[in-house]
């Protein structure tokens, strides 16, 4: 018996495995006790038993975190057969990065998006928000001085003063996208709550990948800051 094999058995039919009671997606079938195969669309937050929102109460994520990791462990498995061991393994598998990604609230927010088919894995050629176009090509332009500079022998430190001025500014931009991201976020559960129309939730997530674009944008300016400056 192979696992992709049952798993789509158990998807198309939602019933248990061994006794075939059903199991509507649970983690163990609730008649027989065995462990299920997961289904090819189990996203993060459905594993967890969560709601699809951006605000998560942390101290609740952990706990169901350690509930079901104790619950999937595969030290409990060790007398059960062998497809029953990688059952155990596949879900404990899952949980660790479902863990991993919906701790972080950011993380979180991409995860949900990807999810619903607006972001794809994988990053394409970023363009500088245009309010920041000039900041931008000042910031490339005072790079360039930089490594000329370095290479050359001449005088960093009015340089390194400058990038170093220009990283906290773009730090500072970024705080206050976080900030942005999840005052739409929490729109976003609002909106889930009060089970709001499609279009007003559609609207809700392209603000929030747009936010995410130029947080990324940003994140990688910073970086490379980070990165020149540590050379000097």
């Known amino acids: 018996m192979s696992v992709t094999q049952t798993k789509a058995e158990s998807k198309a039919a939602a019933k248990c495995w061994s006794c075939h009671a059903p ?31 951006v605000t998560l109460d942390p101290a609740s994520l952990e706990e169901q975190f350690h509930k079901l990791s104790w619950k999937l462990h595969p030290d409990n498995f060790v007398r059960s057969s062998e497809y029953e061991r990688d059952l155990s393994l596949e879900r404990s598998s899952q949980l ?4 991993r990604t919906l701790r972080e609230p950011v993380a979180r927010i991409e995860y949900l998006l990807l999810h619903l088919g607006l972001r794809k894995e994988g990053t394409k050629k970023q363009q500088a928000p245009p309010e920041l176009l000039e900041e931008v090509f000042e910031l490339n332009e005072s790079l360039d001085e930089l490594r ?5 022998g001449g005088d960093l430190s009015s340089l390194r003063e400058r990038l170093g001025a220009a990283q906290k500014h773009f730090q500072q931009k970024l705080a206050e996208l976080d900030g942005e991201l999840a005052a739409v976020g929490r729109e976003w559960d609002a909106a889930l709550d009060a089970n709001a129309d499609e ?3 559609a609207a809700l997530l392209a603000r929030m990948n747009e936010i995410l674009n130029r947080r990324s944008y940003i994140r990688n300016l910073v970086a490379s800051v980070a990165n020149e400056l540590a050379e000097v």
């Open 96 to 99: 660790n990065d479902a863990y």
């Open 23 to 53: 199991v509507d997606g649970q983690h163990f079938c609730p008649a027989c006790g065995k462990v299920q195969p997961l289904a090819a669309d189990t996203d993060h937050f459905a594993f967890l038993g969560l709601p699809k929102k």
């Open 199 to 201: 279009s007003k939730r």
């Open 148 to 152: 000329e500079a370095r290479a050359g």
